[in-house]
C-alpha cells in the first residue's frame, strides 16, 4: 500500500494533484493518555460528547427509546431512574 501511495503522488503531495495527500496512523501507548472524567447527561448510562448506541433487533424501542432522551433532554425532565421521573 505504502508502494502503490509513492507511486501514486505527483511532486505537489497529493495523489491526483487536487486530493490531499493521505493521512498517517501514529501509535499511542496508553500509558501516555491521561484519564479525565467522564461528564454525564445520564449518569452511568449517556456519556456527553461521546459516541453512544442502541442497537438490537428491529421494533423493540430503540427509536422510542432515543426520542425519549432527547424529550428529556430538551425540556430538563429526569430520567427515569431519578426522583420525581
Not at 511532486?11 to 493521512?23: F, Q, S, V
Not at 430503540?62 to 426520542?67: A, E, F, V
Amino acid at each position: 500500500m505504502v508502494e502503490q501511495v509513492a507511486r501514486t503522488t505527483k511532486p505537489n503531495g497529493r495523489a491526483n494533484g487536487k486530493d490531499p495527500p493521505p493521512a498517517e496512523i501514529a501509535l499511542v501507548s496508553m500509558a501516555e493518555i491521561e484519564p479525565r472524567p467522564i461528564d454525564w447527561l445520564w449518569p452511568g448510562r449517556l456519556a456527553k460528547h461521546k459516541l453512544t448506541l442502541i442497537t438490537g433487533e428491529p421494533d423493540l424501542g430503540k427509536s422510542q427509546i432515543g426520542l425519549d432522551a432527547i424529550a428529556r433532554i430538551t425540556t430538563g425532565r429526569p430520567w427515569p431512574d431519578e426522583a420525581g421521573g
